[in-house]
T-cell receptor
Framework: DTAVSQTPKYLVTQMGNDKSIKCEQN?????MYWYKQDSKKFLKIMFS???????INETVPNRFSPKSPDKAHLNLHINSLELGDSAVYFC???????????????FGPGTRLTVT | RKEVEQDPGPFNVPEGATVAFNCTYS??????FFWYRQDCRKEPKLLMS???SGNEDGRFTAQLNRASQYISLLIRDSKLSDSATYLC?????????????FGTGTRLQVTL
């Protein structure tokens, strides 16, 4: 019954590797997001997709590439991993925003990425 | 200056106490406001939206002052289960996208 699910939950990898994180939501939402929460617990948006279309692309290195095969899935691929990529990555979804809101975003359980 | 500023705490309070958290935001174009709660090693979850008229949900009361760009959260009769990090969140709708900006959170520890 999980509303927003992510795999894997933990990911430990070496610098220079390429890895992917998958996200799926079964809430019927049109909009999905990727957030990064660093070691200081600061949660910052990276990307947002609405119905498979990229609508928010914050200042993120182009080693990070989101892909949305359909509106229920938003995956994150990271090339050439660096030590500074170590963080918790959260996927989220929300209804398609029409106007100022408010709109609740539903978060997945997070993927804890450790780059060694 | 951070877009959303909060006192990181921790706030250590005994059970039954009343505790208040404050938050300021810098972007006057912010349109909607929230408090999210994040338990240790868990995902953020919506606690409540914040409306200009102020709103209450059980022991929780939220206030918004748009002129001062200030948001508050009051928790009455604190419970052990209230221990968590409380995230102040503002939303700007760009016309195509709804973008949430999170504060760094205020940690609350409720003790016996």
């Amino acid at each position: 019954d999980t509303a927003v699910s992510q795999t894997p939950k933990y990911l430990v990898t070496q610098m220079g590797n390429d890895k992917s994180i998958k996200c799926e939501q079964n809430l019927g939402h049109d909009t999905m997001y990727w957030y990064k929460q660093d070691s200081k617990k600061f949660l910052k948006i990276m990307f947002s997709y609405n119905n498979k279309e990229l609508i928010i692309n914050e200042t993120v290195p182009n080693r990070f590439s989101p892909k949305s095969p359909d509106k229920a899935h938003l995956n994150l691929h990271i090339n050439s991993l660096e030590l500074g990529d170590s963080a918790v990555y959260f996927c989220a979804s929300s209804p398609n925003p029409q106007g100022a809101g408010p709109y609740e975003q539903y978060f997945g359980p997070g993927t804890r990425l450790t780059v060694t | 200056r951070k877009e959303v500023e909060q006192d990181p705490g921790p706030f250590n309070v005994p059970e039954g106490a009343t505790v208040a958290f404050n938050c300021t935001y810098s972007n006057s174009a912010s349109q909607s406001f929230f408090w999210y709660r994040q338990d240790c090693r868990k995902e953020p979850k919506l606690l409540m939206s914040v409306y200009s008229s102020g709103n209450e949900d059980g022991r929780f009361t939220a206030q918004l002052n748009r002129a001062s760009q200030y948001i508050s959260l009051l928790i009455r009769d604190s419970k052990l289960s209230d221990s968590a990090t409380y995230l102040c969140v503002v939303n700007i709708y760009t016309g195509t996208a709804s973008k949430l900006t999170f504060g760094t959170g205020t940690r609350l520890q409720v003790t016996l």
